[in-house]
């Protein structure tokens, strides 16, 4: 139940009115309130083709906090997007361990692209879609990340799986326009979050799950989740979206 051409043009209409008008939503939209401490989280990282698609991936997932897209696994310095040199696209995902573990996040990246193509990832050819990695952060991580590889292997029969695994170096953040970018794509979403900053964007939870759902790629249970919200948002006529 997404939304209409009605509901698609006022959203629009309204979302131009609110920034001509500099109308800015409270600061507690950021979807962040109930979100544990940074001492309680981690971090993963993982390169698995086109980090657009890889960051919805990822967003709606129970237990992941945040997310957003950069550039590693190589050596040179301050890469763009446009300069990319020897490092890969890249998804980070900030996740609470007590809701979904590393084993979880593993099993996301293995079933969500082709580790043994070569050269691209699906319809995306080029070098910079190229490499399937997994970076780690522990020993531990490390064993879990070679065992599920040699599980790929085994499944995968005459095909070669390709991917890296890495220990985690330096991650450097994408330009602002590509963090969120499928929640970028529908005016009608950015609306229903507040008109956030490209910053709230990137620490927002609620926008993490949003990106998700904006490219389809939500659990159904999710799904008909936030289906339900934004059409009682739309029955009250107010868009606002405070939690999912």
Not at 22 to 33: D, E, W
Request: aromatic fraction near 10%.
């Amino acid at each position: 139940m997404k939304s209409g051409v009605a509901a698609f043009l006022a959203a629009v209409i309204l979302c131009a009115a609110n920034s001509a008008l500099g109308i800015r939503f409270p600061a507690n939209l950021s979807g962040n309130r109930n979100v544990r401490s940074d001492r309680s989280l981690k971090i993963a990282l993982f390169a698995m083709g086109n980090f657009w698609r890889s960051e919805a991936v990822f967003g709606c997932l129970d237990g992941v906090q945040r997310t957003s897209v950069g550039y590693a696994g190589g050596s040179a310095t301050d890469p763009e997007y446009r300069k990319l040199r020897d490092h890969a696209e890249c998804v980070q995902i900030v996740y609470d361990p007590q809701i979904i573990t590393f084993h979880q996040l593993l099993d996301a990246f293995w079933s969500n692209h082709d580790s043994t193509q070569v050269f691209g990832q699906g319809p995306d050819v080029g070098n910079e879609y190229s490499r399937s990695i997994i970076f780690t952060n522990s020993t531990v991580e490390s064993r879990l990340a070679t065992a599920s590889k040699e599980f790929q292997q085994s499944r995968s029969k005459d095909r070669v799986v390709t991917t890296q695994i890495q220990r985690l170096g330096a991650f450097y953040p994408a330009e602002p326009h590509h963090q969120k970018f499928e929640l970028r794509r529908n005016p009608f979403y950015l609306l229903l979050l507040g008109n956030m900053s490209d910053e709230e964007l990137v620490t927002s939870s609620l926008a993490a799950k949003l990106n998700g759902y904006a490219a389809d790629l939500c659990p159904l249970r999710t799904q008909r989740k936030i289906d339900a919200k934004i059409e009682a948002i739309r029955r009250k006529g107010w868009p606002l979206l405070t939690d999912i």
